[in-house]
């Protein structure tokens, strides 16, 4: 007997939005504002580089990415260079920050018949601030992040903990993102569906617990699989 699926989880990052372009985007236009405030020392491409060494140095949580990109060129703290970097970083995010194609529409037609949820590792502000500035936090009935819970993916708890909120078995969810080290090993381990979104990288699995069940290349793809599994 095929078991009716009740639940959809969702990551964020490249999942219901494109994170890696507006990253990208946020971050040169940063660098571009930072040289147009007077810090002379190198290239836009080299200094993009260099913060994105730092950010991967520090985590992208960290508060203070362009004093160290200062620190790092010898150059003095200077406030007024730093402030313009954020200034940009934070109007593009705000201005660039927009679902995937035919993720509301998709979302409207999933809650008419699922549970839907998001399961995310970061700081939970953060997360909400993604899900309120995309517009569609309203769409689901739990939210889990590793900061609240203590647990990251691809740790199980985290999604036990999501799938225990609303009240579902792991053999009624579907897991939906686009790591496989993280989204579909934890969604896996935990017992869920799994389906990868292939939006931001070439990835390999490296074995049968990273192997997704499906594959989609957009969420409109979703409603459909999901007709097809009962």
Known sequence: MVQLIRGVFFDIDDTLYDSTK??????????????????NVAGEKELYSRLNAIIGKYGSNYQRHYD??????????????????????????????????????????????????????????????KLVGLGIHHFFDVVATSEELGYSKPHTR??????????????????????????????NRAGMTTVLMKTRREQEPTGREDTPKYEICSLCELPPLLEGLG
């Open 68 to 129: 160290e990109l200062l620190k790092d060129y010898g150059v003095k703290w200077n406030p007024r260079i730093i402030a313009s970097g954020v200034v940009a970083y934070e109007r593009t995010k705000a201005g660039y920050l927009r679902p995937y194609p035919g993720t509301v529409p998709t979302l409207i037609k999933l809650k008419k018949k699922h549970m839907l949820g998001v399961i995310s590792n970061g700081l939970a502000v953060k997360q909400w601030e």
């Open 22 to 39: 507006l990253a990208r985007m946020a971050r040169e236009n940063s660098i571009k504002a930072m040289i147009d405030a007077g810090l």
């Open 158 to 187: 985290i999604f036990e903990y999501a799938m225990e909120e609303v009240g579902l078995k792991p053999e009624e969810c579907v897991m939906v993102g686009d790591r496989l080290d993280t989204d579909i090993l934890g969604g």
